[in-house]
């Protein structure tokens, strides 16, 4: 079965601060990933999403994140966070072929002080 | 506009009672399915269709059916409503024919749903 780990359950930063969350998975084959950002009071927007190709994805907002197959993992990057950033950031699996299953990893508060 | 349409929004129940979650789609996309979202646990999945006629359970989906008769709705019944039923419900839906890689998930806005 499929699984998400999400390593931080609330990060801290300044405005301006660099980002970067953490993001492993667990399946045996062909995955997609996808990182989804939910600000307060709303539902899910994705932010960006890893298919084929080229591993390192650009998503909205200046995101963009890292698909290392070795390490199993798929990191959200931005260089330099906003006030605005302030939300909960979600990773999530589908194991490739006919698994249309999309797995969540339990979420990141982020919160940008300005 | 096309996307997931969730309804109702906002819902109190008692305990012991029943009502079902409406979850619409209009992008002829054959999987659907519904999460529950809680604090510190992510979203979960209970049920999922991949298409009319056909359901399967997902991670949590004690308490909760669903039946899928036409591609475009998906309702989640709660039978007898509980507390721990108290969640914030998602229906999402993605195509599964021919898939272009640039084609995700979509999700609805929500039902905020408290069992009293």
């Known amino acids: 079965a499929q699984s998400v780990s999400q390593h931080n359950h609330h990060v801290i930063l300044s405005e301006a601060a660099s980002l970067e969350l953490g993001c492993n998975y667990s399946?045996?084959?062909?995955?997609?990933l996808f990182w989804y950002v939910q600000y307060p009071g709303q539902h899910l927007q994705l932010l960006l999403k890893?298919?084929?190709?080229?591993?390192l994805v650009k998503g909205i907002k200046g995101f963009e994140a890292e698909f290392i197959k070795s390490k199993f993992s798929f990191n959200l990057r931005k260089p330099s966070v906003q006030w605005s950033d302030t939300a909960e950031y979600f990773c999530?699996?589908?194991?490739?072929?006919?698994?249309?299953?999309?797995?969540f990893g339990k979420g990141t508060l982020l919160t940008v002080n300005p | 506009n096309a996307g997931v349409t969730q309804t109702p929004k906002f819902q109190v129940l008692k305990t012991g009672q029943s009502m079902t979650l409406q979850c619409a789609q209009d992008?002829?996309?054959?999987?659907m399915s519904w999460y529950r979202q809680d604090p510190g646990m992510g979203l979960r999945l209970i049920h999922y269709?991949?298409?009319?006629?056909?359901?399967d359970q997902g991670e949590v989906p004690n308490g909760y059916n669903v039946s899928r008769s036409t591609t475009e709705d998906f309702p989640l019944r709660l039978l007898s409503a509980a507390p721990s039923q108290t969640s914030v419900y998602f229906c999402?839906?993605?195509?599964?024919?021919?898939?272009?890689?640039?084609?995700?998930?979509?999700f609805g806005s929500g039902t905020r749903l408290t069992v009293v």
């Open positions: 269709s991949v298409g009319a006629g056909i359901t």
């Open positions: 999530a699996v589908r194991g490739g072929g006919s698994n249309y299953k999309l797995t």
């Open positions: 890893y298919f084929s190709g080229d591993p």
């Open positions: 999402a839906s993605t195509r599964t024919r021919d898939p272009p890689p640039s084609y995700g998930y979509t």
């Open positions: 992008m002829n996309h054959e999987y």
């Open positions: 399946y045996g084959g062909t995955v997609n």
